[in-house]
């Protein structure tokens, strides 16, 4: 057997035998992307530590990833689909590697950003290619069952970023973080050439460079502004996105709509399935990466876990996943795909609402049921979300296929950060206010613990400090031993009712916040209902575009 693969997989005469083990590759390379993300927010305070990052600078250090990623993927998509997509893939993990190498070695936030944009970029190389990969090495009747796994890895990935960064950081730095990405970027690196078939479209046209660079700017400026506005605030930077991206995204439904081989057709929107499926996932990863963000912080500050424990912690959800997927796999082809995308969508809507529950004295035992509800609704709903997109295109469109399925997920992950987000630190500030206006503390130090609850609990900390500080000068000068102890005693006090102050006002925060997302993904679960057909054709696809025709190009590598 030759070391390289190099038998296009278009050209077999039969399934490629060595499927499973190309999906086991796949899924290795899906992991470390969708990882790169989840792991930050645990190594998030030791990065703020030492290079001394503002709120401004770390946000941009976890969102400088997404977006390039989520700009970038459609057009890279199509590039794949044209030359070659294991090309598409095998350059992604050099990528990922290299600016993974790059973030490990930099001492500085703008360095950091830089880093992480560059990682953005590979992964918005490698996330299309793995799909339009598996969809065309898998034949049909088998597709569904690998794009099950697909979604579970995904749905791994979430929950085992926090606890491989947790376990990284018991003993070594936050670079760890960036660094664990090299050695898996390399085993995927060898296995894409060893297990994965070449594939690209046996006839593509020329690329619509135009639609391409429209989708790059509409895609970007609307992350850029979903990030911005809800976080820093709506100034010119933000509303000057949004204008732009509004613009660019009518110019680019023209343009599609008017060119003879568009980078997307449009008008698969029309499609019932295709439209509700987008609309699914995007609603989805709203609500789920919305509460990831919460849920961390909570089980770190509020209920004060390191690292590691945080990551063990949220291993119910990865176990729920696989459940869901394999309950996902067995009832779709029987009920068809309505009945377990709205089921999924309503767990899913119940688990938030479960959260809503959460108050000053929970502990971690009140947040594993809607942990387990949560993983098992994203292993019932996105597989058969993400088949229904994937059978939308035909075999020249399928990395446009996957990067239209990954950007509706990254698009509303963002969303989820940026809005939830917003809603709890705003529910947060406002909480703390009324619950911390008696602490006797000065003005100063209230507005500073209004920032985070990270801020609160080191404000808190402060004012403990300086309590016994006070005592050991008391121990030191017993001629003034009464007054500096009734002054540590009241700073005690002060101190002991702003922790307090502070969890209870982030606590309800979250439970507020859960409350919103509830909301929203309940009322996306009715909508979503509406669109989806009772049992469309898994090869359905919309009328076809106007084409011209182009000469059959050979398939290669």
């Not at 996902?328 to 809507?349: C, D, F, I, W």
């Not at 009734?486 to 916040?513: E, I, N, P």
């Amino acid at each position: 057997m030759r070391l390289i693969r190099n038998q296009p997989v278009e050209s077999e005469s039969r399934p490629y035998p060595q499927r499973w083990w190309a999906l086991g590759v796949l899924c290795l390379s899906l992991l470390i992307i969708v990882m790169a993300n989840t792991a930050l927010t645990v190594a998030a305070p030791d990065m703020t530590r030492d290079l001394g990052l503002t709120s401004s600078d770390l946000q941009w250090v976890i969102d400088g990833y997404t977006v390039p990623y989520a700009a970038l993927m459609l057009l890279l998509g199509a590039i794949g689909d044209k030359y070659s997509r294991r090309g598409a893939l095998v350059l992604g993990l050099v990528v990922f590697g290299a600016a993974s190498v790059a973030g490990s070695l930099t001492d500085s936030s703008s360095g950091v950003v830089a880093a992480r944009a560059a990682m953005g970029v590979g992964a918005a190389m490698i996330m299309p290619a793995t799909l339009s990969l598996l969809a065309a090495t898998f034949p049909r009747a088998e597709r569904a069952r690998a794009i099950v796994l697909w979604t579970a890895t995904a749905g791994l990935a979430i929950a085992a970023g926090p606890l491989v960064a947790g376990a990284l950081l018991e003993n070594h730095g936050w670079a760890s973080t960036f660094l664990i990405n090299v050695p898996v970027a390399a085993l995927a690196l060898v296995g894409a050439l060893t297990l994965v078939p070449p594939s690209k479209a046996a006839r593509h046209g020329r690329i619509d460079y135009v639609g391409g660079l429209l989708s790059v700017v509409w895609a970007g400026a609307l992350v850029y502004a979903i990030i911005q506005g809800p976080h820093f605030g709506w100034d010119a930077k933000a509303v000057t996105s949004a204008v732009v991206a509004g613009v660019a995204l009518l110019a680019f439904t023209l343009w599609e709509l008017r060119h003879p081989r568009p980078l997307l057709d449009v008008r698969r929107f029309a499609n019932r399935a295709f439209a509700g499926s987008n609309l699914a996932v995007a609603l989805f990863f709203l609500a789920v990466f919305g509460a990831f963000y919460y849920l961390t912080q909570h089980l770190q500050f509020v209920l004060g876990y390191d690292p590691l424990d945080t990551g063990v912690r949220m291993l119910p959800l990865a176990g729920a996943v696989f459940v869901g997927s394999a309950l996902t796999g067995y009832l779709t082809p029987r009920l068809g795909m309505k009945v377990t995308v709205t089921a999924g969508m309503a767990l899913g809507t119940l688990a938030l609402a479960l959260l809503t529950r959460v108050d000053a004295g929970s502990g971690y035992g009140d947040l594993v049921a809607p942990l387990i509800v949560l993983g098992a609704a994203i292993g019932l709903a996105l597989s058969p979300c993400t088949d229904a997109i994937m059978g939308a295109f035909p075999e020249s469109e399928l990395g446009v296929g996957g990067a239209v399925n990954d950007t509706s997920l990254e698009l509303g992950g963002s969303l989820g950060i940026a809005v939830l987000g917003s809603v709890l630190a705003s529910s947060y500030s406002d909480h703390l206010a009324d619950a911390a206006g008696g602490s006797g503390l000065p003005a100063s130090a209230l507005d500073t613990a209004q920032d985070s609850v990270g801020a609160g609990y080191a404000v808190a900390q402060g004012v403990g400090d300086k309590a016994q500080a006070l005592l050991q000068q008391a121990a030191a000068h017993p001629e003034q031993a009464a007054q500096l102890k009734a002054q540590a005693a009241q700073l005690s006090d002060g101190a002991r009712q702003m922790a307090d102050a502070v969890t209870a006002a982030f606590s309800d925060a979250v439970a507020h916040t859960s409350l919103v997302g509830a909301i929203v993904l309940g009322a996306g679960t009715l909508l979503v209902a509406l669109l989806l057909p009772r049992r469309p054709r898994p090869d359905a696809t919309p009328a076809p575009v106007r084409k011209t025709e182009h000469p059959r190009e050979p398939a290669g590598v």
